[in-house]
């Protein structure tokens, strides 16, 4: 541009010069070099139009281009600002709706989410924050609520603690199970109160429990067997039921539904050992342990529940109530409280809890005082003391099931003596029929008003020759009542009976064991 500047510029002056060469001549032809320059005149305007555009046009195409691309660079400049912009906007809401959610899931879990992730740490034995079901499980409920964060106690090690010092029969404190399953409850309870649309996955998790459950019994059942054992270790094995009662009445939130009778018992699991069992009673609506006979008993296949049981040879035992205590050479019995005239009953009762049943199968041992005259065939009222012994009835009004005949002498045929005896006249009342038994504990031909403690009754044992037909009765010491298609929820009564003042006679019981 710097050439085409001083062009310019020297074509001007040259012009100028031309200029001033006419005025120099101009006295010479004036006229001429007016009219000649105004010839002329045009002409160089037409070559200044001519030169002005074309020394100013590309300047401007240049500064418009650089213009442009500036235009350019700052609309890049701006759209790399808005998607930078855009980006960083992002990134928040993102973060902000995750914890959103997480705050929600905090404040409304997932039922459905958080019951697939319990199957599916159940089927894949997860070791983590849940434990292993099936290793779980051989010891007592899993853990569902998903809530709880901290680990819960190892029961493995608890229950193996607890057996360590039942067989070392320490009496100390054991570990605080309670408060655990207590725990366990309330999270478990509160989690279903918050979620109530359950799906089949949440049946999957009660079988799970009730598998789990069934284990847990198994532990009562040989705490039990440990609890027969020693006395000393009774207060811990009890105890330790109790605990284990207390654990299943929790579960019951949980939708568990316990067995109700050991035959129950044994038709879903027929290898269940004899031994304590958890049952529901009453629909469901209380809980009780009960000693459960899974083998064959009085002829009958397993299954038995038993309602009543008594054994006056483990001296922390008491008699029922009502009962009064005898004891004479190491021998314990429960007898009528003190009657100085008359007859008298004195009697217990024990409940079915509700189950049904069409047999009953017992054995009762007692001992003889004094001097009891077996049979009054005269009493025909099952509400009297018809018998000097024991009767067994169920319901109300009663309905005869056993009586046990306390005779006065094995070696007797008087009407005091037992039917049974060779040579006797006694009739045996109609309600009564076969289903009796008679002992006598006096071989002698008199009596004293003392306890006959040599020789148990009851027992199919001792019997001397004129009294062996009482001793050879099918099935004794176990009596059997069987009520075919007929069945009952009745509870069961044992009466101690006698028609003398307890001076003179009474047959106090060492030992009862009664099933259904």
């Given at each position: ?56 046009n ?43 959610a ?5 404040k ?12 599916n ?151 269940s ?71 008298s ?74 039917p ?54 099918t ?8 009520y ?22 009474d ?10």
């Amino acid at each position: 541009m710097e050439g085409e500047d001083n062009l310019s510029y020297e074509s001007v002056k040259q012009d100028n010069v031309t200029e001033y060469n006419v005025y120099e001549f101009v006295e010479l032809s004036q006229t001429s070099a007016v009219e000649e320059r105004r010839a002329e005149e045009p002409k160089d305007m037409e070559k200044r139009k001519d030169k002005e555009p074309k020394t100013w046009n590309k300047p401007i195409i240049i500064i418009i281009i650089v213009l442009l691309s500036l235009i350019v660079i700052l609309q890049v400049g701006i759209l790399c600002l808005l998607l930078a912009q855009m980006s960083t906007r992002d990134t928040p809401c993102i973060t902000g709706a995750t914890t959103g959610a997480i705050a929600g899931n905090n404040k409304y879990p997932n039922f459905t989410q958080w019951a697939n992730d319990i199957v599916n740490k159940v089927n894949s034995n997860v070791t983590g924050s849940l434990p292993d079901f099936n290793e779980w499980a051989n010891g007592v409920v899993s853990k569902v609520n998903s809530n709880v964060t901290g680990s819960l106690p190892d029961f493995n090690e608890w229950a193996n603690g607890v057996v360590s010092k039942v067989n070392s029969n320490v009496t100390g404190s054991l570990p605080d199970f309670n408060e655990w399953a207590n725990g366990v409850s309330q999270n478990t309870l509160q989690l279903f109160q918050n979620n109530t649309n359950f799906t089949e996955l949440d049946k999957q998790i009660l079988q799970t429990t009730r598998d789990s459950a069934q284990k847990l019994i198994n532990i009562v059942n040989t705490l039990s067997n440990i609890q027969d054992t020693s006395t000393s270790t009774a207060g811990v094995a009890d105890d330790t039921l109790l605990f284990t009662k207390q654990t299943l009445m929790l579960l019951n939130n949980s939708r568990l539904v316990l067995p109700t009778s050991c035959k129950q018992i044994q038709n879903q699991i027929p290898t269940s050992p004899s031994g304590n069992y958890v049952l529901a009673s009453d629909f469901g609506s209380t809980y009780y342990t009960a000693y459960c006979n899974m083998e064959e008993l009085c002829g009958s296949g397993g299954g038995w529940t038993r309602l009543a049981y008594l054994d006056m040879n483990d001296s922390t035992v008491n008699c029922p109530s009502g009962f009064r205590l005898y004891q004479s050479g190491g021998v314990r019995a429960c007898g009528r409280p003190v009657t100085y005239n008359g007859g008298s009953c004195v009697s217990v009762q024990f409940p079915s809890n509700g189950i049904s049943y069409s047999q009953v199968c017992g054995s009762v041992k007692g001992y003889q005082y004094g001097g009891p005259n077996a049979i009054y065939s005269y009493r025909n009222d099952i509400n009297s003391y018809y018998v000097d012994g024991v009767s067994i009835t169920r319901g109300s009004p009663r309905q005869h099931v056993w009586t046990l005949m306390a005779g006065f002498s094995d070696s007797s045929t008087s009407s005091y003596s037992c039917p049974c005896n060779t040579g006797s006249t006694v009739s045996v009342q109609s309600f009564i029929g076969d289903n009796y038994f008679c002992e006598s504990g006096n071989t002698g031909a008199g009596v004293q008003n003392i306890l006959y403690t040599s020789d148990p009754l009851w027992d199919g044992q001792g019997c001397l020759s004129i009294a062996s037909l009482c001793c050879n009765v099918t099935g004794i010491p176990w009596f059997h009542r069987d009520y075919g298609n007929t069945t009952t929820t009745d509870y069961i009564e044992l009466r101690v009976c006698g028609d003398e003042g307890t001076f003179w006679e009474d047959s106090p019981v060492s030992y009862y064991e009664i099933y259904i």
